[in-house]
């Protein structure tokens, strides 16, 4: 319980109060809404389902990824998810598409509509997690493919992985992961357990 998150245990066994809001509510206090992998290593190793149906989670979640970008021309915002608007291999009209390989070691392709990104357009991109940095740094390059200006890249954590870093080093980027959580999270490390 040394890493602030004082409220839950993360637990797959455990039901969480999903209307619980502790009273202080520091940056990344709904990370410990999530529940570890126990599928294997084909799956994120942490799985953010419950703060996603968690309303004041949801939201203090969104404000710190969208704080950094406060004042920021964007003009689109992408999720890369296959209900988003880069997808993986399911449109079927004129796209782009991008080789990868995903945190798993899996190659697989993203695709993206060709009418969507127009020269000089500024996309904030969004994922859910980035660990190797590739399905990232595939969305990146169709973007840039395009003539698109990638104005920033937001997820529920960037790794300090070669990958992240890359990435880091390169655009703006936001994620909710406090700095002293990072080593765990980086190690795949639960804060609260």
């Given at each position: 319980m040394g890493c602030g998150f004082t409220p839950w245990q993360a637990n797959s066994t455990l039901h969480m109060d999903l209307s619980h809001v502790p009273a202080a509510r520091e940056k990344g206090w709904y990370l410990a809404l999530m529940a570890p992998n126990t599928k294997g290593p084909h799956y994120a190793w942490l799985d953010p389902s419950r703060l996603y149906c968690h309303p004041q989670g949801l939201q203090d979640c969104v404000a710190d990824l969208l704080q950094p970008f406060q004042g920021d021309p964007i003009d689109l915002?992408?999720?890369?998810?296959?209900?988003?608007?880069?997808?993986?291999?399911?449109?079927?009209?004129?796209?782009?598409?991008?080789?990868?390989?995903?945190?798993?070691?899996?190659?697989?392709?993203?695709e993206m509509r060709t009418d969507t990104v127009t020269p000089?357009?500024?996309?904030?991109?969004?994922?859910?997690?980035?660990?190797?940095?590739?399905?990232m740094r595939a969305a990146i390059r169709l973007v840039e493919r395009q003539g698109g200006v990638v104005a920033g890249v937001a997820a529920i954590c960037i790794e300090d992985s070669e990958g992240g870093r890359w990435i880091r080093e390169r655009y703006k980027c936001a994620h909710c992961v406090p700095p002293r959580l990072q080593p765990r999270f980086d190690r795949h490390q639960m804060g609260w357990e």
């Open positions: 915002v992408a999720g890369i998810d296959a209900m988003g608007f880069i997808l993986a291999g399911h449109l079927c009209v004129e796209t782009l598409t991008e080789p990868y390989t995903d945190y798993s070691g899996r190659e697989k392709v993203m000089g357009v500024r996309i904030l991109l969004v994922d859910q997690w980035v660990e190797t940095g590739g399905t």
